[in-house]
């Protein structure tokens, strides 16, 4: 009889990309699993005794009141109330003295938010729905207030999912409430909250803010800019509390945590938020192994218990060798088909081309074994490798993506190459310190940041041959993607200055209160920081980092809910001494802004 | 022998304003009284074995590992080594052998941090320091490292509180290892972790990031703007998390926090700072006594345990008794002097401007009762007060005032009006919805933000006497000062749009998006928010919040050991389409700036 609320649901619950789809049943019970030591109570202060999704057997002949949204009514008999936390049928009363409950169940529109109080009874035998999770009972409802009416939705919830991303976020107080995003931010907010608990209760961090309104940084160049109201002067948005957690070192917070909120302004980019989280970690007198065993634990410690469970220590690769094996720096290792090296083999050979490779200086034949690729691969995969090859000829990643591309292809064919309940941790470590600048590879940049300290064994090579340092930067890398970096930080001011006015060439005077702070007792210090949104994204399987994030911007950067960013009046702007430089040849686009408070419309 | 430590460190400890000096010893005390369940390990993956502060007797005969700073050190026999949890004494080994250990340690100038192993012993008899809470034990010495030494610092560190704040805050770095700061940020962990496990664990809240570049607020004149990459468009910086939290519960979030970052420019205003933190709470289907449980609760869970415990539930009080009680809307509950009317016993007088006051619509005579104000008030205190008066003549908040500058004369005599240790919780209800304008008194504006609900037996005088509506806001007030301030919300969008386009008369299209929300389903709820720099203030008994802030800004928006806001070269202001307008009148401003980047410089 309520097999149509499995379908419902599973027209509810968008596809995920490498996980089961979720329906409010299995949500439900994964937030039981996942759920702290005590339970919390869901319904205290609140004008509901309990949650409709919580109603079992056990709860038969209590009175209960409960409070949400209608989901789904059948023949003015039935109707079934939505909360957060799962679904529940509710009988309405067919008899004349509760005529009004009867009417206010029966006319209220969808996705109205009512307030029902009843009796908890077992459903007539051969009624139960065993799909869902109160599917045992129902409510014989006494009475019924209609909470707020809801006005006709512009589409159909439940075809909502099949909109366009951007009808999803431009209406995200509705997508919200879909199992999915529920999900997602619970399981955010329960898993920030574990970290807390080893960071600050078992581990004695400190949970410690710093401020978001700082100066520009030394090739800060994506940083966003806030005009102050001294006239040329401007704050700007750190990409991250790098500075802050170093001076706190100096300062003797020796073992400091923030979920820090970054900024970072690269435009347009797909899967990247002009805003962003970051698990952001800070030690004093720690060396690299102590930052790693730190990170595993609190992995493990924090880890859905609905997944299989983290097993430490990770394995740990180098730069050099991620480079050689598996053609990035950020390997997945959920599958084999490595990169090797078969130079060797062709070194007799005839053929030009390969003949060729090896007689350049470090020339090199690589090749990837594809297992039977030649039962999987059909001859229009094998072309468009090919294709593949020929488009990224002469990057150096080509070996990397190709591997990738080839495992897109086997698992389009049908074989499982990366188990999607597998997480695959892998620590990168001993990258170089520096890399030759892409516009003038004479010169050079961070690798990362200049506040990275060289491996200890390279440091000889800092004065004379400083492009081959290697540092003491690690990557966390999980099923592919990068998921946290750091490393152990200089915290002897003259190789930092060194570093940033000889190597570098950097403008020292930006960064003269950190050179300072050096000079004055800064303990050797290391951290790191983890992506939280991109974890979160890989552990809910979720397709985009936006589906993980409560109110993400677009591509474009556009709140598209709200319309931001927005024009302001010329007035509003004034007292920060700034003014619009409109772009001379784009009249058109212009007034196309519609801007009434335009100076010149 | 030691009684020079506990001197050393009544010169480090900033005096606080209300309550006894912090040492390192009573730090170290109130550290444990109010640590976790668990006791966190503080040595956990770095390079000592235990913490300087945590030694005691029951550790003889350890080997121990200890990183610090070098606080002390006296006849090159012993030294002081200090690190978060306190202080410990070092026996510098006086034997050939240990020519080397011996160097490092009597070389190493003050604030320079090593590393010392060795062995815990006790001290000889009579030698014991009962003000060192180590002061049984010493460290004997086997060997020592020099991790990083420190340059002559521009001032005596103990001398260094005696200094401005400005120097306080360039050197910030310096001021946190002292006493005060560690104590006072890591009492903030700890009270907002616990803030935490009530909310998420006890009651199953969700912690949810908002963003922060969002779109500017009606009438929110105050909110930094930053610009984009589009022409003419801006994104703005939330003075709170309002609209998002509300939007939340809309899509069926229903019980949401977050600690989170708010942003107010204000300019140049003492004790304000631009950003800060706030508690930030909202619930659906809630009630305004559902809401005050929950921060009683709230309070009461992460109150710290080395205060006296808080007691629940708060009183309240109406804005209206407030204000004749009190003559302000953030009564001082810790002492009496209530405001009087006394206008009965003058309704017969012939005091010609009393018989004047009383012959005006609605006027009054009110008094203080000074409780043995004879006694203890000179003449020239009298004075005073009458010329306070005087200066504030016609000021509707001046009884509340003068009630203020009599406790503060009374206390400078030696009266205990305000027990530090006393902390006095205060509900404030009933406010008005509205307030006439400052400029334009005909027109009315929201008394706290126009989102907040009318009070149930009000509705009706919102369409004739919208003047008269009381709502359903309530502030948190403790000993005299707003800590927090919530509301139940409208959830109705035809009562929404009335009062903003009726009665407040605001452009109703930059919140289309919140309207159409709560016309789709949105349920009935309400919140609050938390100020935890102010409530942090007043918990730790600091002079400014600055001294609960690791990095604060200056009353002028500056922080002053980075020098943040910085010029920034005009070129990178150019992907965001705009441009500085120097004032015309201030050349020797400009220059004054000193810009290299500035375009005629």
């Known amino acids: 009889m309520f097999c149509w609320l499995s379908r419902l649901y599973r027209g509810l619950s968008r596809p995920t990309r490498r996980t089961t789809q979720l329906t409010w049943g299995s949500f439900s019970r994964s937030l039981v699993l996942s759920s702290q030591r005590r339970i919390p109570e869901l319904s205290s202060f609140v004008a509901r005794t309990n949650t409709c999704g919580e109603l079992r057997s056990s709860y038969l002949g209590q009175e209960v009141t409960l409070c949400g949204w209608i989901q789904y009514r059948r023949q003015n008999i039935f109707l079934v109330l939505r909360d957060f936390h799962g679904l529940v049928q509710v009988i309405i009363p067919q008899d004349e003295s509760a005529a009004s409950v009867k009417k206010i169940l029966c006319e209220a529109p969808m996705e109205s938010v009512v307030q029902v109080s009843g009796t908890v009874i077992s459903r007539p035998p051969g009624q139960e729905n065993p799909k869902m999770p109160t599917g045992e009972i129902e409510i014989k409802v006494k009475t019924a207030k209609l909470l707020n009416s809801c006005k006709k939705l512009p589409f159909e919830i439940k075809d909502f999912v099949k909109k366009t991303e951007a009808l999803r976020l431009r209406y995200r107080y509705l997508d919200l409430r879909g199992v999915q995003m529920q999900y997602n931010l619970r399981l955010r907010s329960q898993m920030v909250m574990k970290m807390r608990e080893y960071l600050c209760n078992l581990h004695g961090f400190v949970d410690i803010e710093t401020p978001t309104l700082f100066k520009r940084t030394p090739g800060g160049a994506k940083e966003f800019v806030i005009p102050s109201r001294e006239p040329g002067k401007f704050y700007s948005l750190p990409q991250s509390p790098q500075q802050f957690k170093q001076l706190l070192m100096v300062g003797g917070l020796d073992r400091y945590f923030q979920v820090a909120r970054c900024y970072r302004d690269e435009g347009s980019r797909p899967d990247r938020q002009p805003e962003f989280t970051q698990i952001d970690i800070e030690m004093s007198f720690v060396e690299q192994t102590g930052i790693q065993s730190l990170i595993e634990g609190l992995l493990q410690y924090s880890w859905p218990s609905d997944k299989d469970p983290v097993v430490v220590p990770f394995p740990s690769m180098t730069f050099a060798e991620a480079l050689a094996s598996y053609g990035t720096d950020k390997p997945d290792t959920r ?267």
């Not at 070194?347 to 470090?362: C, E, H, I, M, Y």
């Not at 081959?468 to 993607?481: A, I, P």
């Open 335 to 601: 599958f084999g088909m490595k990169i090797v090296d078969i130079s060797d083999m062709f070194r007799n050979t005839k053929v030009g081309f390969l003949q060729d490779a090896l007689s350049k200086p470090q020339g090199t034949i690589k090749a990837i074994c594809i297992p039977e690729g030649e039962k999987y691969l059909k001859r229009k995969d094998i072309e468009s490798i090919r294709k593949f090859a020929a488009d990224h000829f002469n990057q150096c990643s080509l070996l990397g993506k190709l591997r990738l591309e080839c495992a897109d292809l086997l698992e389009a064919r049908g074989v499982v190459l990366r188990d999607p309940a597998l997480f695959s941790f892998l620590w990168v470590v001993d990258f170089p310190l520096f890399f030759p600048k892409e516009e003038n590879p004479e010169a050079l940049e961070a690798a990362h940041h200049p506040f990275t300290a060289p491996h200890p064994s390279d440091v000889h090579l800092l004065y004379t041959e400083p492009q081959k340092v290697r540092s003491q930067h690690y990557d966390l890398v999980l099923n592919g993607s990068e998921i946290g970096g750091g490393s152990i930080r200089i915290h002897d001011a003259e190789l930092q200055h060194y570093i940033l006015a000889t190597v570098l060439k950097e403008d020292v005077k930006l960064l003269s209160h950190l050179l300072q702070a050096l000079d004055y007792g800064a303990p050797p210090h290391g951290g790191i920081a983890i992506g939280l949104d991109r974890l979160m994204c890989l552990v809910t399987g979720a397709p985009s980092i936006r589906d993980v994030i409560a109110f993400p911007k677009s591509f474009q950067g556009h709140d598209l809910m709200s319309n931001a960013p927005d024009s302001i009046p010329p007035e509003e702007l004034k007292p920060y001494h700034i003014q619009v430089s409109w772009p001379t040849d784009s009249k058109t686009e212009k007034s196309s802004l519609n801007h009434p408070c335009h100076p010149e419309s």
